[in-house]
């Protein structure tokens, strides 16, 4: 039968033999049929993988038509701004995704927590601004919230800004 799981187990097993384009298939195939933000989003993750961003981006906007908050979808479209180099873009994402009371802290400081440690310093530099608004909005929405407790002082401690650290540490 037709059914969500099958397709992904389909997609799977058709990934682990190395035929991308034949798992995308089955994903596209299903889509015409029952669309889904996760079988969206997963399609343009692929397509994002092939370096085909406006492809990707129409899946996920799809995707969040379905459900405007659904991570998988937010956080792949920023992706794809990000591969652009559509900072401005790419930030108005990730401040959507941040300041959504949907999406859960836990969810938000692993994001933030991945994109901090593997960003250069020029980066960090460059948009400093920017990630201080991320972490700002991200303990305005979850004040109590541990993972982004740590996630934040660890960021703030890191920039060189150790009273902010120990501020956001004392907190929790």
């Known amino acids: 039968g037709k059914d969500e799981s099958t397709v992904l187990a389909r997609y799977d097993v058709l990934i682990h033999m190395d035929k991308a384009e034949e798992a995308y298939a089955v994903l596209a195939e299903f889509n015409e049929e029952y669309s889904s933000p996760q079988i969206l989003s997963m399609m343009g993750d692929a397509r994002l993988t092939a ?60 994001y933030l927590d991945q994109l901090t440690r593997t960003m250069d310093a020029r980066f960090a530099q460059t948009y400093q601004p920017q990630l201080d608004s991320l972490f700002d909005i991200c303990l305005d929405v979850h004040p109590a919230d541990s993972s982004v407790l740590v996630v934040a002082g660890t960021y703030f401690f890191r920039s060189e800004r150790k009273d902010r650290a120990k501020e956001i540490f004392k907190r929790n």
Do not use: H, W
């Open 51 to 110: 370096y085909k961003d406006t492809l990707a981006l129409e899946c996920y906007n799809e995707a969040l038509s379905i459900e405007p908050d659904y991570a998988p979808a937010v956080l792949g479209k920023a992706e794809a701004y990000r591969l652009r180099r559509d900072y401005g873009s790419y930030f108005g994402i990730l401040q959507e995704f941040a300041s959504s009371n949907v999406t859960p802290g836990l969810m938000k400081s692993r």
